[in-house]
């Protein structure tokens, strides 16, 4: 049976720090530019843009926003090309970090309940990347992600799957998957990771199946994108719910 070795409920008064760093990919920006906007409450979590929040990175994003979690941070010395998911060949390193890994695992099951809205400006999303204390350890797993451009009453579309970035052992295996469910309400996301093969799940329901996978630890990435500046601020704030993230640790195969 596979054990339960992560869990965070939302019950508590406020975000547990000892599962989440509240911050985006901090070292291509800083703490202070690209602090999550959040509510615990009610047992539920409520990553949140609002109309007044900044870009996370103006000089290497753009306009976009975001509030975002994650599960652990490396990154090197200032000014080098040394971090997580380097996501524009122009960044470099504008505040340094001090090395986090408060769940990094390799291998197991992660799952999320979570509702997406039918927001056509924003996207929300819980992946996984490379910790990348070693540059070729950067590959990502997709568990969900859900622009609300995709999203209709009783279907979505729902990426899932696998993104090499700087592994050279992965090749890109992802695509949007449509989902016979009305994503606006709760329901439960998870992926199956082991060594050669990631299953992806809708509510139990086996939806994808890839058959490679990253071998060293990986840190979880839980966010809430906003594209474009603000409108119209009768739209906002915007949210992203989530009832609960777990992990588990596997039985080996047989």
């Known amino acids: 049976m596979p054990e339960l070795v992560f869990e965070d409920d939302f019950d508590g008064p406020d975000l547990d720090r000892s599962h989440w760093l509240p911050y985006y990919l901090p070292q291509w920006s800083s703490r202070r530019q690209s602090v999550a906007r959040y509510t615990v409450a009610d047992g539920q979590l409520r990553l ?59 291998y197991g099951r992660v799952e999320i309940r979570m509702t997406a809205p039918a927001d056509p400006e924003v996207m929300v999303a819980l992946w996984m990347i490379g910790y990348e204390d070693e540059p070729h350890r950067s590959a990502e797993i997709c568990v969900c992600e859900i622009f609300g451009s995709e999203v209709e009453p009783d279907r979505a579309l ?42 992806f799940f809708v509510d139990g329901a086996l939806h994808k199946v890839v058959r490679q996978a990253p071998d060293y630890p990986m840190q979880l990435m839980l966010d809430i994108y906003a594209f474009g500046p603000p409108v119209d601020p009768d739209r906002y704030p915007k949210e992203f719910v989530v009832d609960h993230v777990r992990g588990y640790r596997l039985d080996p195969p047989a």
């Not at 609002?50 to 870009?55: G, I, R, S, T």
């Not at 709760?186 to 990631?198: E, F, I, K, Q, S």
């Open 158 to 199: 729902v990426g899932m799957g696998v993104h090499p970035f700087g592994d050279p052992l992965i090749t890109d295996d992802f695509e949007k998957v449509e989902v016979d469910v009305d994503v606006r309400e709760l329901h439960t996301y998870a992926v199956d990771w082991r060594p050669g093969r990631v299953d």
């Open 48 to 106: 949140r843009i609002d109309a007044d929040q900044p870009p996370w990175c103006p000089e290497f994003d753009g306009e976009v926003r975001v509030s975002s979690l994650q599960t652990g941070v490396f990154a090197g010395p200032l000014g080098s090309r040394v971090g997580q998911h380097r996501f524009n060949p122009a960044a470099v390193v504008r505040e340094e970090q001090e090395p986090q890994r408060l769940w990094t695992p390799t």
